[in-house]
Nanobody, 125 residues
Framework: LQLVESGGGLVQPGDSLRLSCAAP????????IGWFRQAPGKEREGVSC????????NYVDSVKGRFTISRDNAKNTVYLQMNTLKPEDTADYYC???????????????????WGQGTQVTVSS
């Protein structure tokens, strides 16, 4: 299973971006998906996650109310809509897939079996 992220870029504070996570040739509807990010010099942190069915999602406190995770299993794609971006959102963003179908909080990094190569998001004026 290969994951491919897209949608990153350079934006100004307050702008929006939508990241996509696709799995060409594979079916994602049996996997829960997480979005992670890693800023320069910092550890990779979980940002959001969504169950395989799309029925449950969670967010790290720093993005609640600004980011929305969603999935379109018909298109085999998971999205991360990022609004009101801040400079501290600058990072490489990664999506990852886990076979865990049900969770109450986002699974930790070790639970994800498959990772994408990342897409860079830079928020700067």
């Amino acid at each position: 299973l290969q994951l491919v992220e897209s949608g990153g870029g350079l934006v100004q504070p307050g702008d929006s971006l939508r990241l996509s996570c696709a799995a060409p040739g594979f079916t994602l509807d049996h996997y829960s998906i997480g979005w992670f990010r890693q800023a320069p010099g910092k550890e990779r942190e979980g940002v959001s996650c969504i169950t395989a069915s799309g029925g449950r999602s969670n967010y790290v406190d720093s993005v609640k109310g600004r980011f929305t995770i969603s999935r379109d299993n018909a298109k085999n794609t998971v999205y991360l809509q990022m609004n009101t971006l801040k400079p501290e959102d600058t990072a490489d963003y990664y999506c990852a897939a886990t076979p865990l179908l049900i969770f109450t909080v986002c699974p930790e990094r070790g639970a994800y079996d498959f990772w994408g190569q990342g897409t860079q998001v830079t928020v700067s004026s």
